[in-house]
């Protein structure tokens, strides 16, 4: 038998479709990152409070590491399939709202919902292929990984070229028609997704706390005195909650 050892195996046969979500869901939940970044001078322009700017990507990755924390539990618990489909959702939802944001706070929560959905799906992304070969699994992370990178680069350009011709709201709105497909990519690859353990434990309260600590030491350096002290005071005891309920649950 001929060795599985070339990235066209990783799209052979019944590998096809869980490759095909895999790409899917890391583009989905990559692109979004620097896209937004070359278009937020327009929304600044439009919306305004600038006091909220670096809030716009901050609130997306404050949510992003919430939904990676929240998908790996999930995915043990019920497969594969019914959190990629969520995620997805949560995505679009997201990016719809953003769309439609009337103020630059309400564009930070949307980002927060795209945040959330997004790193499940990158979670979910690489969960897909764990189950591989040890070959073909290196290879989708090869490919995974030139795939970040390829996004990195023509992110920005894309997110230029689309509030050039069509306005900013269109590098949001783009993302529905994209959400879709992933949809149906998803019920194909991860229809026989099984639970690896039921058993296991979804981390709200610690992925909850996580993005607490995170968001305080974040929002510390650019708040005035006496926030910034507040914020410290604040992270440093949701840091020792977040590393006590880490330790618990090691247990």
Known sequence: MRSLSTFADAFRGHYFWPSVTALAGISIGSVDQYVVNTSMPRVL??????????????????????????????????????????????????????????????????????????????????????????????????????????????????????????????????????????????????????PADRSRAVPVLRSLLLALTVGAFVAAPSAEMPITLVLIACAIPLGWAYLNQERKAAV
């Open 45 to 194: 322009a439009e919306l305004g409070q600038p006091v909220l700017y670096a809030w716009v990507t901050a609130a997306f990755i404050l949510a992003q590491i919430v939904g990676m924390s929240l998908a790996g539990a999930w995915r043990d618990r019920a497969g594969l399939l019914t959190p990629f489909l969520v995620g997805v959702s949560v995505f679009g939802a997201g990016s719809l709202l953003c769309a439609n944001a009337s103020s630059m706070l309400m564009l930070v929560v949307a980002r927060g919902f795209q945040g959330l959905g997004g790193g499940a799906l990158v979670v979910l992304s690489y969960a897909t292929v764990a189950h591989y070969s040890e070959v073909l699994r290196i290879r989708m992370y090869s490919l995974i990984s030139t795939l970040w990178g390829v996004v990195a680069l023509g992110g920005p350009l894309l997110g230029g070229a689309i509030t050039d011709f069509a306005g900013w709201r269109w590098v949001f709105l783009i993302n529905l028609p994209v959400c879709v497909v992933a949809a149906a990519i998803g019920l194909r690859g991860l229809a026989g997704s099984v």
